[in-house]
């Protein structure tokens, strides 16, 4: 297979518009999937309307793909939510909106994505977090979501082993996207890691060598953690 192909989850907007633009620049064909729709005029690009939380809509998404390839060199899990606040003013609905989107999306993507894998080949990047190690404040729901997510993916790595997929979860600090426009004021953008600099270990880890993978990788801002 000459053509590589790539399923970018979260493409329309923050780091996974981002990447989906990387790929493409880098010669990939790039199925973006997101509710929205992904504003990508380009020849390589599939813009897929589909909701990671509803199994039916994921399952009729790879029906799609499946049109064009019978396989996926990249499965890129990036699609998320986050909100802050503190956990009595959390409500219920906030936090399963959080576990649906983050971690049942993600199990949606693996489990029907299987079916894609290329033996010895498939390479699935996931897009974690430090919340996924260290808790903060006033972010109870995204961080026990990715702290769900990180023990998916580490159960998901074990059972794929005999197929040689190469699992790579990024655990990044804060990076100013847009996402921070609407949640607070208070944080220092100053001192969160700019997309490019989240691009430079994403270039290397979709170019490192195929007998190379890396389970985790923490990175973040010379200045460390934002409190």
């Known amino acids: ?12 907007s923050g780091l996974g518009l981002e990447m989906t633009q990387y ?7 790039v199925f973006g999937a997101s509710r929205s729709g992904t504003d990508i005029d380009h020849e390589n690009f599939v813009d897929l309307d589909v ?8 399952q009729e998404m790879y029906d799609e793909i499946g049109k064009d390839t019978y396989g996926l060199h990249l499965i890129i899990n990036n699609a998320g939510i986050y ?18 989107t983050n971690i049942l999306g993600p199990f949606h993507i693996l489990k029907y994505g299987h079916d894609f894998v290329i033996e010895e080949v498939t390479h699935v990047i ?12 006033n972010t109870s729901a995204y ?3 990715k702290f769900g997510l990180n023990g998916l993916i580490e159960s998901c790595r074990e059972e794929w082993k005999p197929l040689g997929v190469r699992f790579t979860t990024l655990m990044p600090g804060a990076v100013d996207t847009p996402l921070w426009d609407s949640l607070s004021d208070d944080l220092d953008r100053e001192k969160m890691l700019d997309p490019e600099d989240f691009l430079h270990v994403f270039d290397m880890v ?7 993978q890396f389970p985790d990788i923490t990175f973040m801002h010379k200045s460390g953690y934002i409190d």
């Open 1 to 12: 297979m000459k053509t590589r192909y790539a399923l970018v989850t979260g493409s329309s």
């Open 126 to 137: 996931n897009l974690s977090s430090i919340a996924g190690k260290r808790g903060y404040e």
């Open 206 to 212: 979709v170019k490192s060598p195929n007998n190379m």
């Open 23 to 29: 790929l493409l620049e880098e010669g990939y064909v």
């Open 51 to 58: 909701d990671i939380t509803k199994e039916e809509s994921v």
């Open 83 to 100: 909100e802050m606040g503190p956990v009595v003013e959390t409500e219920s609905e906030v936090f399963s909106d959080h576990l649906l």
């Open 143 to 145: 961080c026990a979501s």
